[in-house]
């Protein structure tokens, strides 16, 4: 299934969440590690701290895998509703802004 999603960004934790991002730890990660790579890089900042994204998942409940790896750790107020294709929102990428604020 295909989910968009909301979430709340925790600053404090954005730059640890980068370096994972970039440096392979999530993208390796079994069975949804480039789902999440490539989600995070498709997801766009529509309000402040505020990140929405689509991404396919076929846990029950929607992302259980994700948010117990990789999204509990750095985003909060998860929201999902089931969608028929991935979607497009409007906003600045998150990924470029994670990359203006911490790339090396």
Not at 38 to 43: C, E, Q
Not at 70 to 83: A, K
């Amino acid at each position: 299934m295909i989910y968009a999603i909301k979430a709340r960004y925790i600053k404090e934790r954005m730059e640890e969440f980068y370096q994972k991002l970039t440096d392979g730890t999530i993208q390796n990660q079994k069975p949804d590690g480039q789902e999440i790579v490539n989600s995070m890089k498709r997801a766009k900042i529509t309000k402040p701290e505020m990140i929405q994204w689509s991404e396919m998942c076929f846990c029950s409940p929607p992302l259980k895998h994700e948010r117990e790896t990789v999204y509990n750790h750095f985003l909060t107020d998860i929201e999902t509703e089931i969608v028929d294709n991935y979607i497009e929102f409007d906003g600045k990428l998150f990924f470029d802004f994670l990359e203006t604020q911490f790339r090396k």
